[in-house]
């Protein structure tokens, strides 16, 4: 059982500050109190990215809401910044929803504290030794070329919601473009960069509003499809527009469906990206890359003890130098022909010095120093389709900003801008 402790609201001087709708709902089940506590006094602006709508309901005349608590503070789910030991009573002695409305504190903040066997939070994720520990997708429906399934591969039936920040969306982004599967499967990026809400309008370039359901955050698109799920509300999600229900979240299995089940519309069928002949030895490099980079830069970042983090750290930069000697001797990872293990692979490379190496303390050496794996990069990406399913302003926006345990001021490094798309060294190895 996992113990959170949740957001629901800020007060100063007796007032209850409430968001309206469902973006705040969308992020008070996702946003555990130690992602929050080191938020400084007089960095307002922060707050009100956090939670816009409270621009709507506070005086921005009179001192703001702030959070200065550290997690320790925490006493059975409310805390008054003036006493922190002791939980504070409410002034009337009633409740509002569960909440204690107290008005003898100008300053402090109110959370509910509730148990799950799942986690809310990828920051949530973590096993006694302070290892991040990632919990299995659970929606695990499969669209088939057999038209008698219950999800038959059908043009213009299926929507994928992404977000370009996460790199297991992004894959499925990238088979939508390299098969040709733009006409057949529509596709939504969904990502405002504080928890998988939709915009409200198409000021933020790249994103838009949910065009299907009308949807203000993914967690509303997971209560669609089932009112008694309890998880987390991630991306990617493969909707079926006419049953009105999440065919699948696990972007393993989604970049298989597109790889063969769509084959029969999809613009580029003759690509294969799993062929039954080299089936044995991408599911190898699967697994050794899943494990020690593709999760392995988040067991890094989560870590919330030395011993973990030293543990992936050595792990992460073990598989590096094995992806570099792999790659001096032929173009891809499983031989001389694309395939999914590459797109599995890419997905992190990219972020890797813009992100990973910063905000993930992954950085004993960044990739632009592996001549092989820096190249190769620069190869996937040039790949016509590839660099569509990179958004670097997203990716930078989405990670810097949100887990502000990590970065409690939200500032996202200006660096270091690398062009993949200037020259590389890969034809070496031929086409």
């Known amino acids: 059982m996992v113990a959170l402790h949740v957001v629901l609201g800020f007060v100063s001087d007796g007032m209850r500050l409430t968001t ?31 939670f816009p709508a409270l621009t709507k309901t506070a005086d921005l005349n009179h001192r703001p809401p702030v959070v200065s608590l550290a997690a320790r503070e925490l006493v059975n789910g409310h805390v008054s910044r003036t006493n922190p030991g002791r939980r504070p009573r409410c002034s009337s ?39 991040f520990n990632r919990t299995p997708s659970t929606f695990r429906d499969f669209i088939s070329k057999d038209k008698t399934s219950q999800f038959p591969a059908e043009s213009g039936r299926y929507h ?32 405002e960069h504080f928890g998988w809400v939709f915009p409200s309008s198409t000021e933020e370039p790249g994103a838009e509003p949910d065009p299907l359901n009308g ?32 065919v699948s979240n696990e972007s393993a299995e989604i970049i298989r469906m597109f790889n063969t089940e769509f084959n029969d519309i999809a613009e580029n069928a003759d690509l294969d990206l799993y062929p039954s002949h080299m089936q044995a030895l991408i599911d190898e ?43 001096s001797k032929q173009r891809y990872i499983c031989g001389n022909t694309l395939t999914e293990a590459d797109v599995r692979l890419f997905v992190t490379l990219i972020r890797f010095d813009e992100v990973y190496a910063v905000y993930f303390k992954c950085n004993k050496k960044l990739l632009r120093e592996y001549p092989n794996l820096f190249n190769y990069t620069k190869d996937m990406y040039q790949i016509p389709g590839m660099s569509s399913s990179v958004n670097m302003a997203h990716i930078k926006k989405h990670y810097y900003g949100s887990h502000p345990s990590l970065n409690p001021f939200g500032i996202i490094p200006v660096g270091p801008g690398i062009d993949y798309s200037s020259p590389h060294d890969r034809e070496r190895f031929g086409s």
């Open 285 to 327: 490099a699967n697994e050794w890359i899943y494990d020690r980079i593709n999760n392995g830069v988040y067991k890094c970042g989560f870590a919330k003890k030395q011993g973990p983090y030293d543990e992936a750290v050595e792990k992460l930069y073990d598989a590096l130098d094995k992806c570099e000697e792999i790659l």
């Open 93 to 131: 002695g009633e409740s509002v929803g569960g909440l204690c409305i107290i008005s003898s504190c100008s300053r402090f903040i109110v959370t509910r504290s509730f148990s799950s066997k799942m986690a809310r939070s990828a920051l949530d994720e973590m096993t006694e030794s302070g290892a």
């Open 20 to 50: 309206q709708g469902s973006r705040f709902a969308a992020l008070n089940d996702t946003m555990p109190i130690d992602a929050v506590h080191l938020i400084r006094d007089t960095d307002y602006g922060w707050l009100i990215k956090l």
């Open 160 to 191: 994928l919601y992404i977000s370009y920040g996460c790199p297991w969306a992004s894959r499925c982004l990238a088979f939508v473009k390299l098969k040709g599967l733009d006409k057949a499967i529509s596709y939504t990026e969904s990502d």
């Open 215 to 246: 949807a203000k955050s993914i967690r509303e698109l997971y209560e669609l499809a089932s009112s008694n799920y309890v998880g987390k509300y991630t991306v990617p999600v493969l909707w079926d527009k006419k049953l009105k229900t999440i």
